[in-house]
């Protein structure tokens, strides 16, 4: 179906609740806009993709204006310990993320999740423009664990692009730890555009630790090589950008390798740090 799937969570609904595979599942819809699963104001939610011992979910929404998992806060108060594990979740959100946590109003918003061991990329030939994405216009996004998934495919021609984008008074006590960021295939940006495979955005967000991740490379761990041929458009590419860093931020025992970045007008660091750069 292409309707969102939505779990609210209303209080005495369950304690805890858990949702795996029987064998090998594919979820596959096109939902604009929101997510084609959504958890909002849901506790205590366990997404787990392992069946027989293997990751065995694919959820995927081919929509390019939607995702394919969203926490969202909502009336019934901040979803709380959810977890997404050992999924295969494929997007082609040209604005948002793959799995983006959003703070739906000003009072509540997404605390202590966790996403783990997934495999996060592209719907098709779709690249998406984040692999995970969070936001929040008052209250941070808090308490968020991002590790052990491999992210990749999600730098388009013409746009930014961003392995982790954490936007907007997005985070507050982020863990984001031994995760691979990777091209399968070459790209070729046609206009002035940022790419970064973390980018935290705002001074408002803070105590981001950035720690064991591999950026770089064709596949988990910087093996083979990331190809990105600029030419003569304006690219700038960080492996790891903090815009406005409020304290603390970490970024330790990164490794950034094997990335062929051809250009004669454009920039890579592997590493930066700004106090006026516009996440554009």
Known sequence: EDGTCCL????????????????????????????????????????????????????ENTSTSGQTIRLIAGTMGAPSSDTIVNCTLKGSSTSWGVVSFWELNTTTANNNNYLG????????????????????????????????????????????????????????????????????????????????????????????????????????QCTGNWVDTVYNQQVTMYGILCDSPNTPFTASNNTIGNILFESQTSAFSGIGVSSTRSPG
């Open 8 to 59: 609210t969570g209303n209080a005495g609904m369950w304690d805890r609740l858990t949702i795996m595979p029987s064998g090998n599942r594919t979820l596959v819809g096109s939902k604009a806009s929101t997510g084609l699963i959504e958890l909002c104001g849901a506790r205590n939610v366990k997404i787990d993709g392992k069946s027989n011992g293997t990751n065995s979910l694919v959820i």
């Open 117 to 220: 061991n997934c495999d996060i990329g592209p719907s098709g030939s779709n690249q998406p423009q984040c692999g995970v994405y969070s936001f929040a216009s008052t209250n941070y996004n808090n308490g968020v664990t991002v590790t052990g998934n491999k992210i990749h495919d999600f730098l388009r021609t013409g746009a930014n692009g961003y392995g982790i984008f954490i936007d907007n008074n997005g985070g507050s006590n982020w863990n984001i730890s031994a995760n691979s960021f990777y091209l399968t295939s070459a790209v070729r940006p046609t206009s002035g555009v940022t790419q970064a495979g973390i980018y935290v955005s705002s001074s408002s967000s803070n105590n981001i630790a950035v720690t064991g991740n591999y950026i770089g490379g064709s596949g988990p």
